[in-house]
């Protein structure tokens, strides 16, 4: 499809185990976000990604989590040593240009991680 | 820091019933105002948006105000459709990369 595509749509692991999310942005969007929902919460940003370098990686809670974007397209977020509160679901969204102040976000379904 | 407050749901209404979720802001600047939806198994979708103060952005018979001197961007709708049950959440940004988002109000409408 053309949207935001996201997998896998459901990972339960558990405490302390590796975790990867992959997001496939809409074609030629060069600016991909990753946020956090937490149950009965808002998305919270996570990072972003202009192209293929992190533009602002402040809002990743601790050195647990990282993100990359080689090829400037499809994004991989990264859990090491997962913890019961790492548990939500995680977003990804992708924008024509990084001006979000003007522009609309594309989001993905999300992929609910549930560590046990 | 910046943030977004809006009502606490669930909101209950029934068919044709007229609709407000409030939404009021904390900002530094001169954000832009959004109103996202997601119905029941779909992502985050775009409802509709403002840019500058007394602006009025609507979309599928919704509709929101920016209010500067209330700093607030409540939704609206005359006549609400079963269809319409989702979760609802207000917005901001103030230039840079970075969304702030309410916490989000589901809404019922019963037939």
Not at chain 1, 86 to 102: E, I, K, Q, R
Not at chain 2, 97 to 104: D, Q, R, S
Request: glycine share 12%; hydrophobic share 35%; with cysteine.
């Amino acid at each position: 499809g053309a949207g935001v595509s996201q997998t896998p749509s459901n990972k339960v692991t558990e405490k302390g185990k590796y975790v990867e999310l992959r997001c496939d942005p809409i074609s030629g969007h060069t600016a991909l976000y990753w946020y956090r929902q937490s149950l009965g919460q808002g998305p919270e940003f996570l990072i972003y990604f202009q192209g293929t370098g992190a533009a602002d990686d402040s809002g990743l809670p601790n050195d647990r989590f990282f993100a990359v974007r080689p090829e400037g397209s499809v994004s991989t977020l990264k859990i090491q040593r997962t913890e019961r509160g790492d548990s939500a679901v995680y977003l990804c969204a992708s924008s024509a240009t990084g001006a979000t102040n003007t522009g609309e976000l594309f989001f993905g379904e999300g992929s609910r991680l549930t560590v046990l | 820091g910046d943030s977004v407050t809006q009502m606490e749901g669930p909101v209950t209404l029934s068919e044709e019933a007229f609709l407000t979720i409030n939404c009021t802001y904390t900002a530094t600047g001169y954000p832009s105002l959004f109103w996202y939806v997601q119905y029941p198994g779909e992502g985050l979708q775009l409802l509709l948006k403002a840019t500058k103060a007394d602006d009025k952005g609507s979309n599928k018979g919704f509709e929101a105000t920016y209010r500067k001197e209330t700093t607030s961007f409540h939704l609206e709708k005359g006549s609400v459709q079963v269809s319409d049950s989702a979760v609802y959440f207000c917005a901001l940004n103030t230039g840079g990369f970075k969304t702030i988002f309410g916490a989000g109000t589901r809404l019922f409408v019963k037939a």
